[in-house]
């Protein structure tokens, strides 16, 4: 099982928005809805942001979205702050009953 | 309050064995997958497989799997994971994590250093 593929690095500015991509096969992202998305600060563990590729967990802000269209999951920061500067990292069931998570991409806020 | 509290710091030599635990508090442990995920130095998240606490069935990522042994203990509220044949690129923190309710990955430890070295 590969792992998805996601962009190793964006950026954007305080207030824009920034869109992460993660793209699978039909074999996972294509063939399910159970696409979640963590973020990641260094040296912590981490932490649930999106699941079911668009639902929110209590407590995460409504400036992350998700979404899905054919193989490719998208996660969608609005309003970025300097604290979403972390890795975020893409995950998938698959066809084998496992998990796959993306590469990961390193967000920078400007 | 849901705590996994793994184990510490581990060093072993090529070739060796390395067994971590992940002790969790807080929820009924039978109701949750257990998953283990593999972080190298710098590097991204790496599934490695779960067990059903409620039955021990398990599921290993294929990279993984031949040298991977993932145990629940009900007595003792406690899931293990064992690596063996260890090589230098297993030098590694790995997590245990556990699902809260429709969540996914919810719950997570802080994570076990293993380091493979001679």
């Known amino acids: 099982q590969s792992a998805l593929t996601q962009p190793a690095s964006v950026s954007g500015s305080p207030g824009q928005s920034i869109t992460i991509s993660c793209t699978g096969t039909s074999s996972d992202v294509g063939g399910y809805n159970y696409v979640s998305w963590y973020r990641q600060y260094p040296g912590t563990a981490p932490k649930l942001m999106i699941y079911?590729?668009?639902s929110r967990p209590s407590g995460v802000s409504n400036r992350f979205s998700g979404s899905k269209s054919g193989n490719t999951a998208s996660l969608t920061i609005s309003g970025l702050q300097a604290e979403d500067e972390a890795d975020y990292y893409c995950?998938?069931?698959?066809?084998?009953?496992?998990?796959?998570f993306g590469g990961g991409t390193k967000l920078t806020v400007l | 309050e849901v705590h996994l509290v793994q184990s510490g710091a581990e060093v072993r030599k090529p070739g060796a064995t390395v067994k971590i635990s992940c002790k969790v508090s807080g929820y009924t442990f039978t109701d949750y997958y257990i998953h283990w995920v593999q972080q190298a130095p710098g590097k991204g998240l790496e599934w490695m497989g779960l067990?059903?606490?409620?039955?021990?069935?398990?599921i290993y990522a294929e990279k993984f799997r031949g040298r991977i042994s993932v145990t629940a203990d009900t007595s003792t509220d406690t899931a293990y994971m064992e690596l063996s044949r260890l090589r230098s690129d297993d030098t590694a923190l790995y997590y245990c994590?556990?699902?809260?309710?429709?969540?996914?990955?919810?719950?997570w430890g802080l994570g076990t250093l293993v380091t493979v070295s001679s």
């Open positions: 994590a556990t699902e809260g309710g429709t969540y996914p990955l919810y719950y």
């Open positions: 067990v059903d606490p409620e039955d021990g069935d398990t």
């Open positions: 079911e590729v668009s």
């Open positions: 995950s998938s069931y698959t066809s084998s009953s496992t998990w796959v």
